[in-house]
């Protein structure tokens, strides 16, 4: 069965806004490495209505290098409850976010690589709640923002059991965490 992962970078205090402020400084060749090859085992993007829409402004006009084209290249899925245009950015289809137990069921059973998530908002606290998630790898930056917008919410409340570490000399630190329940 597919997994599903969500992928996010966030500051050491936990917040997650506006990371072309703050963690472009930090971007070196083993950490995009590692990007490029944890992005390869995925071959669909998971993603809520706003995440999607900032990113179909800006991944299709990049192109050109292995991991644009493959991230452009990836099916993606929006869950969302009001129109999207999916025109943007294909190929794209659309998961009503009133099903979104069923609709993630069904592609974690289908043949193929990862389900990537990328953000952390009320998707993956829907995915977490439904026992759909399976990974939060959590790209922390050595970077304290003093403020913004949070990595969790109390919706996300939950246990989780530390699978992995990975640490890069940029002070970037990978945690991979599984959730637990609870």
Same mark, same amino acid.
């Given at each position: 069965m597919r997994k599903v992962v969500a992928s996010t970078i966030a500051t050491l205090d936990g917040f997650i806004d506006n990371p072309h402020e703050w963690?472009? #400084? =930090?971007?070196? #060749? @083993?950490?995009? &490495?590692? /990007?490029?090859?944890?992005? @390869? #085992? /995925? !071959? %669909? *993007? *998971? *993603? +809520?209505?706003? &995440? =999607?829409? +900032? $990113? %179909?402004? %800006?991944?299709?006009?990049? +192109? +050109?290098?292995? =991991? %644009? !084209?493959?991230?452009?290249? $990836? /099916?993606? =899925?929006?869950? /969302?409850?009001e129109p999207v245009d999916t025109s943007l950015w294909d190929p794209t289809t659309v998961i009503d976010g009133n099903d979104l137990a069923g609709a993630v069921t069904d592609l974690k059973k289908r043949d193929g690589g990862d389900i990537l998530v990328w953000g952390n908002g009320r998707l993956t606290d829907g995915l977490a709640a439904a026992g759909l998630l399976d990974e939060y790898r959590i790209w922390v930056h050595p970077v304290i923002k003093g403020s913004g917008e949070p990595l969790f919410r109390p919706e996300s409340a939950g246990k989780v059991e530390l699978v992995d570490t990975l640490t890069f000399p940029s002070g970037i630190v990978v945690l991979t965490y599984r959730p637990t329940g609870g």
């Open positions: 963690s472009m #400084e =930090y971007s070196e #060749e @083993k950490s995009q &490495t590692h /990007a490029f090859t944890t992005t @390869k #085992e /995925a !071959d %669909a *993007l *998971l *993603l +809520g209505r706003v &995440t =999607y829409e +900032g $990113m %179909a402004q %800006a991944w299709p006009n990049m +192109g +050109g290098n292995p =991991y %644009a !084209d493959h991230v452009n290249s $990836m /099916a993606k =899925y929006v869950v /969302a409850t």
